[in-house]
């Protein structure tokens, strides 16, 4: 994959919540390069940083989260220590991960049209991309329905599409399949990456569910207690199956499967272990 | 989660009252505001009830309408109650006929008719309002008047808020007694408040970072989605509620034979009929009330 700009700079980061009781940081020196057009996955348990790394982001954090700020973040050549979280709302598009909490409005279309009435999109903008976006998260044809009277994964989908509607230029997504069924979740994770490949969209997505993210991530990064433990292609990173374990993580069914082969002595993977299925197929023939 | 209905709310439909603009309405609803409390005469009172009982006719709207006047007349009945025995009403009073220890007066029944029909009108222009336009509609017409777009958004997250409090609860509610919480009533209710206010605080704290996302407040220009038309026929509608109030007022206020407190005068018949009436109209919705909670 070409690389493109680096857009997203975290340059040695750290960040303690006020409101944590033992003053400990959330992330610690972070040092992250994201590049224009990039699909990264976080990977980490509950509480290793993943939301807080996000929350930089669109800079939240520093804005408008208490605590205790340090070293350099750019997004885009912009420092969001100077620049507001509503400014940045036009390059960074935020799903977070409890999708009924994000929900204002008395009508689909209103909730998705709020973020373009803020910058600024004409009416008749607003009436072609509404249904656009809603297409695009399959929730066409709902247009009137109340927000509230959705199901989780409709919600879940909602709040992406309102994202998606502020034609971001980086979408960061917090665990946004976490109330999908799983073939919802495969369908979410192929929308973001068709608006990566299409539009170029740079999509920071954090999830739980490695297998999808094998297939279509094309960085990994792997987090535990506040700091990046592991940084390459799927391929690279879930090859380490030895420390994933250590870190009460889970790698592709596929790639522990040809780990236990391996150790066994039963398979040679000269090319690394196989992380998808396919992949897994014609390795294992 | 399903949606709950809460009991004043827009009831969709196409009628001549729904396609108007909610702002032409609402100037119908000050007027008549103004008016109910401008005069007690039960008559002109009376009259204004009726109008609006054709409009809630033209919005067809009976049924959700007389859900709410069910608990909302009952309650004002004890205005008659209360009022017959003890009238607020400058001395001296006449007496019609005696009940026991109290005596009903005859400026009594006129005050507390007048205050009856008094509520009925205001509840009844504002139901025909409410019930007949979108909230979203309400809001972004008083968006156009001028209300601050804040001021809008708090309105409309409140309006939210409720249903979804009340949803909150019940799940609360039913958590706690998988629990073995036992006690109706008040026992039952007081240990579910906790979690339901925390849950909201967080709920706020989320939804404000997520709205600060989409660029909530952000400086430049703002649009709207939601497009109010006003038309001719809405002006038309404004025009005839300001007329008919303003000249309404004006006469209220001018002509001061309309007090009719010391000349509309009341049979002890009638006036027996109307307290007890009023009383055991009262004590049934009481028991129907009684009843219903006590069996939830």
Redesign the interface.
């Given at each position: 994959m070409a690389k493109g700009k680096p857009v997203i700079e975290f340059k040695d980061v750290s960040f303690g919540y006020a409101a944590a009781s033992d003053r400990e940081f959330a992330i610690e020196n972070i040092n992250l390069t994201i590049y224009e057009g990039e699909y990264v996955a976080l990977l980490g348990l509950n509480g290793a940083g993943k939301t807080t790394l996000q929350l930089c982001i669109n800079g939240v954090i520093p804005n408008s989260i208490m605590g205790e700020f340090s070293g350099e973040f750019s997004v885009y050549g912009q420092d969001t220590e100077v620049t507001s979280v509503r400014e940045m709302a036009k390059l960074v598009g935020m799903v977070f991960d409890n999708p009924e909490f994000q929900l204002s409005q008395m009508s689909v279309a209103e909730e998705i049209a709020l973020g373009m009435e803020n910058i600024g999109f004409s009416f008749e903008e607003m009436n072609r991309i509404i249904p656009e976006v809603l297409k695009i998260v399959g929730l066409s044809g709902l247009e009137e329905r109340s927000p509230f009277a959705l199901s989780g994964g409709q919600q879940q989908r909602l709040s992406i599409a309102s994202a998606l509607a502020m034609r971001p230029k980086i979408l960061v997504m917090d665990e946004p399949t976490s109330n999908v069924d799983p073939i919802g979740k495969e369908e979410i994770f192929a929308v973001a990456a068709k608006l990566n490949k299409e539009e170029n969209m740079t999509i920071v997505m954090a999830e739980h569910e490695v297998e999808v993210m094998a297939a279509y991530a094309d960085r990994v990064i792997v987090m535990d207690e506040g700091k990046i433990v592991l940084n390459g292609t799927p391929k690279e990173v879930f090859s380490e199956t030895a420390l994933f374990e250590r870190l009460g993580l889970r790698t592709p069914q596929v790639t522990e499967l040809s780990a236990k082969l391996a150790k066994k002595g039963t398979r040679k993977f000269s090319k690394g272990y196989p992380v998808t299925l396919d992949e897994a197929v014609s390795s294992l023939r | 989660?399903?949606?709950i209905a809460v009991p004043i709310s827009v009831v969709p439909g196409n009628s001549p009252i729904h396609r108007i603009n909610p702002i032409p309405k609402m100037v119908w609803v000050l007027g008549i505001l103004v008016i109910s409390f401008i005069t007690r005469n039960p008559v002109i009172l009376g009259g204004v009830f009726l109008l609006g009982l054709l409009f809630v006719t033209i919005a067809q709207i009976w049924p959700s309408y007389l859900r709410v006047v069910m608990v909302l007349f009952p309650i004002s009945l004890t205005l008659i109650l209360l009022q017959s025995i003890a009238p607020a009403f400058p001395q001296p009073w006449t007496p019609i006929v005696a009940v026991g220890p109290f005596t009903i007066w005859q400026e009594g029944i006129y005050s507390g008719l007048s205050l009856l029909l008094r509520i009925m009108c205001m509840t009844t222009f504002a139901m025909v309002m409410i019930m007949t336009s979108?909230?979203?509609d309400i809001f972004a017409s008083m968006q156009k008047v001028g209300l601050p777009y804040t001021m809008n958004?708090i309105l409309?997250?409140t309006l939210?808020l409720i249903?979804?409090l009340q949803s909150e609860f019940n799940t609360v509610l039913k958590a706690q007694k998988s629990r073995g919480l036992k006690g109706t009533g008040f026992a039952a209710i007081l240990p579910s408040m906790v979690p339901v206010f925390v849950g909201a605080i967080?709920?706020v704290q989320?939804?404000?970072?997520?709205?600060?996302?989409?660029?909530?407040?952000?400086?430049?220009?703002?649009?709207?989605?939601?497009?109010v038309q006003f038309g001719f026929k809405d002006a038309l509608v404004l025009a005839a509620g300001a007329l008919f109030s303003g000249a309404m007022t004006y006469w209220l206020l001018v002509d001061k034979t309309l007090d009719w407190s010391r000349t509309l005068t009341f049979s002890p018949a009638f006036a027996l009929i109307l307290f007890f009436g009023a009383g055991i109209g009262f004590l049934l919705f009481i028991a129907f009330a009684l009843r219903l909670v006590l069996t939830a």
């Amino acid at each position: 994959m070409a690389k493109g700009k680096p857009v997203i700079e975290f340059k040695d980061v750290s960040f303690g919540y006020a409101a944590a009781s033992d003053r400990e940081f959330a992330i610690e020196n972070i040092n992250l390069t994201i590049y224009e057009g990039e699909y990264v996955a976080l990977l980490g348990l509950n509480g290793a940083g993943k939301t807080t790394l996000q929350l930089c982001i669109n800079g939240v954090i520093p804005n408008s989260i208490m605590g205790e700020f340090s070293g350099e973040f750019s997004v885009y050549g912009q420092d969001t220590e100077v620049t507001s979280v509503r400014e940045m709302a036009k390059l960074v598009g935020m799903v977070f991960d409890n999708p009924e909490f994000q929900l204002s409005q008395m009508s689909v279309a209103e909730e998705i049209a709020l973020g373009m009435e803020n910058i600024g999109f004409s009416f008749e903008e607003m009436n072609r991309i509404i249904p656009e976006v809603l297409k695009i998260v399959g929730l066409s044809g709902l247009e009137e329905r109340s927000p509230f009277a959705l199901s989780g994964g409709q919600q879940q989908r909602l709040s992406i599409a309102s994202a998606l509607a502020m034609r971001p230029k980086i979408l960061v997504m917090d665990e946004p399949t976490s109330n999908v069924d799983p073939i919802g979740k495969e369908e979410i994770f192929a929308v973001a990456a068709k608006l990566n490949k299409e539009e170029n969209m740079t999509i920071v997505m954090a999830e739980h569910e490695v297998e999808v993210m094998a297939a279509y991530a094309d960085r990994v990064i792997v987090m535990d207690e506040g700091k990046i433990v592991l940084n390459g292609t799927p391929k690279e990173v879930f090859s380490e199956t030895a420390l994933f374990e250590r870190l009460g993580l889970r790698t592709p069914q596929v790639t522990e499967l040809s780990a236990k082969l391996a150790k066994k002595g039963t398979r040679k993977f000269s090319k690394g272990y196989p992380v998808t299925l396919d992949e897994a197929v014609s390795s294992l023939r | 989660m399903q949606g709950i209905a809460v009991p004043i709310s827009v009831v969709p439909g196409n009628s001549p009252i729904h396609r108007i603009n909610p702002i032409p309405k609402m100037v119908w609803v000050l007027g008549i505001l103004v008016i109910s409390f401008i005069t007690r005469n039960p008559v002109i009172l009376g009259g204004v009830f009726l109008l609006g009982l054709l409009f809630v006719t033209i919005a067809q709207i009976w049924p959700s309408y007389l859900r709410v006047v069910m608990v909302l007349f009952p309650i004002s009945l004890t205005l008659i109650l209360l009022q017959s025995i003890a009238p607020a009403f400058p001395q001296p009073w006449t007496p019609i006929v005696a009940v026991g220890p109290f005596t009903i007066w005859q400026e009594g029944i006129y005050s507390g008719l007048s205050l009856l029909l008094r509520i009925m009108c205001m509840t009844t222009f504002a139901m025909v309002m409410i019930m007949t336009s979108h909230p979203s509609d309400i809001f972004a017409s008083m968006q156009k008047v001028g209300l601050p777009y804040t001021m809008n958004f708090i309105l409309t997250m409140t309006l939210q808020l409720i249903p979804i409090l009340q949803s909150e609860f019940n799940t609360v509610l039913k958590a706690q007694k998988s629990r073995g919480l036992k006690g109706t009533g008040f026992a039952a209710i007081l240990p579910s408040m906790v979690p339901v206010f925390v849950g909201a605080i967080e709920r706020v704290q989320q939804l404000s970072i997520s709205l600060e996302s989409r660029a909530f407040g952000s400086s430049g220009q703002k649009t709207s989605y939601r497009q109010v038309q006003f038309g001719f026929k809405d002006a038309l509608v404004l025009a005839a509620g300001a007329l008919f109030s303003g000249a309404m007022t004006y006469w209220l206020l001018v002509d001061k034979t309309l007090d009719w407190s010391r000349t509309l005068t009341f049979s002890p018949a009638f006036a027996l009929i109307l307290f007890f009436g009023a009383g055991i109209g009262f004590l049934l919705f009481i028991a129907f009330a009684l009843r219903l909670v006590l069996t939830a």
